[in-house]
Nanobody, 124 residues
Framework: QVQLVEFGGGLVQAGGSLRLSCVAS????????MGWFRQTPGKEREFVAG????????KYSDSVKGRFSISRDSAANTVYLQMNLLKPEDTALYYC?????????????????WGQGTQVTVSL
């Protein structure tokens, strides 16, 4: 019903910036919120940022608040994650996700659709 493709990951020096994009396909009524998660080996998938598709509610994890920002282009079915002041601990595989729940969910279990992931590596 919904397919997600994210891209924009890569290698960056600490303090640098990177912008991730996620393009969704399917009915705009098939999801109500989009989120970004990240995962490193041996760790649980961690919520990074999320937003309602038809509203203004935005949530960020404490670890990225003030450095990352989420935005969307509704006409293009695209959600973005602008990452600034990157730190080595931001290194992870980043996923975009969509949920049919009318909330900005912070648990990965509450999202039904996932992209393939894009790697972000931050060096010192």
């Amino acid at each position: 019903q919904v397919q997600l493709v994210e891209f924009g990951g890569g290698l960056v020096q600490a303090g640098g910036s990177l912008r991730l994009s996620c393009v969704a396909s399917g009915s705009k009524w098939s999801w109500y919120a989009m989120g970004w998660f990240r995962q490193t080996p041996g760790k649980e998938r961690e919520f990074v940022a999320g937003m309602l598709w038809f509203g203004r509610l935005v949530k960020y994890s404490d670890s990225v608040k003030g450095r990352f920002s989420i935005s969307r282009d509704s006409a293009a079915n695209t959600v973005y994650l602008q990452m600034n002041l990157l730190k080595p601990e931001d290194t992870a595989l980043y996923y975009c996700a969509a949920t049919t729940n009318n909330n900005v969910e912070v648990s990965a279990a509450d999202y039904q659709y996932w992209g393939q992931g894009t790697q972000v590596t931050v060096s010192l």
